[in-house]
């Protein structure tokens, strides 16, 4: 089964607004989760490293203040799109690692965003 | 920065013709992983590839890991209309890195 959720599954937002999406580690206690940005028939790009108790490692290119990660537990990260624009609407992906440090991911279901 | 390189983009194939696409990293990999994503959906892992010259199967899947440990590939013997979707190749750095970076994905449609 599933060892990854996230919600919610999609969600419409106006320009402007902001728009939490969660990140739960269903079966193991995650100190370290991903955020991917995933654009219609593309790949996943690789957006911030979430780290439990500290704060997120963003990747270059990615703003700070635009995309708030917050990994208060080992088991949820949060995703806040803060001031949603339409060039943000795309399919946000969490994933969290293996189990004992091995090295696959485990992706969540993913949340389409669309901003109007 | 690390850049994975992946292709081809698109292969379409006959029901029951072989499929291969490939993987070529920049640097040198710590390990090379496959995932595999059905339209709407999200990635599944489906292997990881660690030592040099590696090769594995699962069923009518192959995954090689070359040599120099900087390419990949995923061969698909007699392909089904179930193996449809995009097969990424994902190349990690390992040691205390967990980040993977992905290639841009093989879409594979199956013509029964």
């Known amino acids: 089964g599933a060892v990854v959720s996230q919600h919610p599954s999609w969600v419409i937002c106006k320009s402007g607004t902001s728009v939490k999406i969660e990140c739960r580690s269903l079966d193991f206690q995650a100190t370290t989760m991903f955020w991917y940005r995933q654009f219609p028939k593309q790949s996943l790009m690789l957006m911030a490293t979430?780290?439990?108790?500290?704060?997120?490692?963003?990747e270059q290119g990615v703003e700070k203040d635009k995309f708030l990660i917050n990994h208060a537990s080992l088991t949820l990260s949060t995703l806040t799109v803060t001031s949603a624009h339409p060039e943000d609407s795309s399919f946000y992906i969490c994933?969290?690692?293996?189990?004992?440090?091995?090295?696959?991911?485990?992706f969540g279901p993913g949340t389409r965003l669309t901003v109007t | 920065g690390q850049q994975v390189m992946q292709i081809p983009q698109y292969q379409h194939v006959q029901e029951g013709e072989d499929f291969t696409t490939y993987c070529n990293s920049s640097?040198?990999?710590?390990?090379i992983q496959w995932y595999k994503q059905r339209p709407g959906g999200h990635p599944v892992f489906l292997i990881q590839?660690?030592?040099?010259?590696e090769v594995k199967k699962q069923k009518r899947l192959t995954f090689q890991f070359g040599e120099a440990k900087k390419n990949s590939s995923l061969h698909i013997t007699a392909t089904q209309t179930t193996d449809v979707g995009t097969y990424f190749c994902?190349?990690?750095?390992?040691?205390?890195?967990?980040?993977?970076?992905f290639g841009k994905g093989t879409l594979l449609t199956v013509n029964p």
């Open positions: 994902a190349g990690g750095s390992g040691g205390s890195n967990y980040k993977l970076t």
């Open positions: 590839l660690v030592k040099s010259g």
């Open positions: 640097t040198t990999l710590s390990n």
């Open positions: 979430s780290n439990e108790g500290s704060k997120a490692t963003y």
């Open positions: 994933s969290r690692t293996g189990v004992g440090g091995s090295y696959e991911q485990y």
